[in-house]
C-alpha cells in the first residue's frame, strides 16, 4: 500500500498544495441559522424560533508541519503555497476577484470543495544563518457550491455523480 498525501486540488487553473506530512486530525463543523422573534412565544412560554439555513461545512486542520530542515532551504517557499491562496486580491490582476478554490482530497476521498478561509503558520526551527526551515500551519477552510451558469449559457443536465459531487452534504453521508 503506497502512502497518500493529502491535497489541495486546485479547480479553477490555480496553483496545487501537497501537504508534506499528512495532517493527524480533520475538524468538520457545520451550523444552522436561526431568528428569534423576541415578541413571539410558543403556548409554553418559549421564544419561538425560526430556522433559516445550513451553513457550509468548515474544516480545519491544525499542526500541519512543512520541513526543510535536511535540504538546508527554507521553508518559505512552501508556506508560499498556502500564503497565496489568502493574498489572492493583493492588487494587480487579482484585486477585486474571488479567493482561488481546491478540493480537498486525501487518496480517495474527496472531502469538501472549499476555499482557505484563514491562515497562521509560525516558524520553529532556524539554522544558524536564521534561514527558517520548520514551519507550523493551521488551515481554516470553508466549503463552497458549483458555479452557477451564467444567464445564456443553458443548464447543463448533470450526470448522478456530479449532482452527487455538488451535494453540501455528500462527504460525510456513506
Same mark, same amino acid.
Given at each position: 500500500?503506497?502512502?497518500?498525501?493529502?491535497?489541495?486540488?486546485?479547480?479553477?487553473?490555480?496553483?496545487?498544495?501537497?501537504?508534506?506530512?499528512?495532517?493527524? &486530525?480533520?475538524?468538520?463543523?457545520?451550523?444552522?441559522?436561526?431568528? &428569534?422573534?423576541?415578541?413571539?412565544?410558543?403556548?409554553?412560554?418559549?421564544?419561538? !424560533?425560526?430556522?433559516?439555513?445550513?451553513?457550509?461545512?468548515?474544516?480545519?486542520?491544525?499542526?500541519?508541519?512543512?520541513?526543510?530542515?535536511?535540504?538546508?532551504?527554507?521553508?518559505?517557499?512552501?508556506?508560499?503555497?498556502?500564503?497565496?491562496?489568502?493574498?489572492?486580491?493583493?492588487?494587480?490582476?487579482?484585486?477585486?476577484?474571488?479567493?482561488?478554490?481546491?478540493?480537498? !482530497?486525501?487518496?480517495?476521498?474527496?472531502?469538501?470543495?472549499?476555499?482557505?478561509?484563514?491562515?497562521?503558520?509560525?516558524?520553529?526551527?532556524?539554522?544558524?544563518?536564521?534561514?527558517?526551515?520548520?514551519?507550523?500551519?493551521?488551515?481554516?477552510?470553508?466549503?463552497?457550491?458549483?458555479?452557477?451558469?451564467?444567464?445564456?449559457?443553458?443548464?447543463?443536465?448533470?450526470? &448522478?455523480?456530479?449532482?452527487?459531487?455538488?451535494?453540501?452534504?455528500?462527504?460525510?453521508?456513506?
Amino acid at each position: 500500500m503506497t502512502l497518500q498525501k493529502a491535497k489541495l486540488i486546485a479547480v479553477d487553473g490555480g496553483e496545487n498544495i501537497e501537504f508534506m506530512f499528512n495532517p493527524n &486530525q480533520l475538524d468538520f463543523s457545520r451550523s444552522i441559522d436561526i431568528e &428569534q422573534a423576541q415578541g413571539a412565544r410558543t403556548t409554553e412560554g418559549e421564544n419561538k !424560533t425560526s430556522f433559516k439555513h445550513p451553513n457550509p461545512y468548515s474544516l480545519k486542520i491544525s499542526n500541519i508541519l512543512l520541513d526543510t530542515y535536511e535540504s538546508g532551504r527554507s521553508v518559505l517557499d512552501h508556506v508560499g503555497k498556502f500564503t497565496k491562496a489568502v493574498e489572492f486580491s493583493q492588487g494587480g490582476q487579482g484585486k477585486d476577484k474571488r479567493p482561488p478554490i481546491y478540493l480537498f !482530497t486525501w487518496g480517495k476521498e474527496r472531502y469538501l470543495r472549499c476555499f482557505v478561509k484563514t491562515l497562521s503558520f509560525k516558524l520553529t526551527l532556524f539554522l544558524p544563518d536564521g534561514t527558517p526551515v520548520r514551519a507550523v500551519l493551521d488551515l481554516s477552510l470553508e466549503q463552497v457550491d458549483s458555479p452557477t451558469p451564467r444567464p445564456g449559457q443553458g443548464t447543463t443536465n448533470p450526470s &448522478q455523480s456530479l449532482r452527487e459531487a455538488s451535494d453540501r452534504s455528500t462527504f460525510l453521508s456513506r
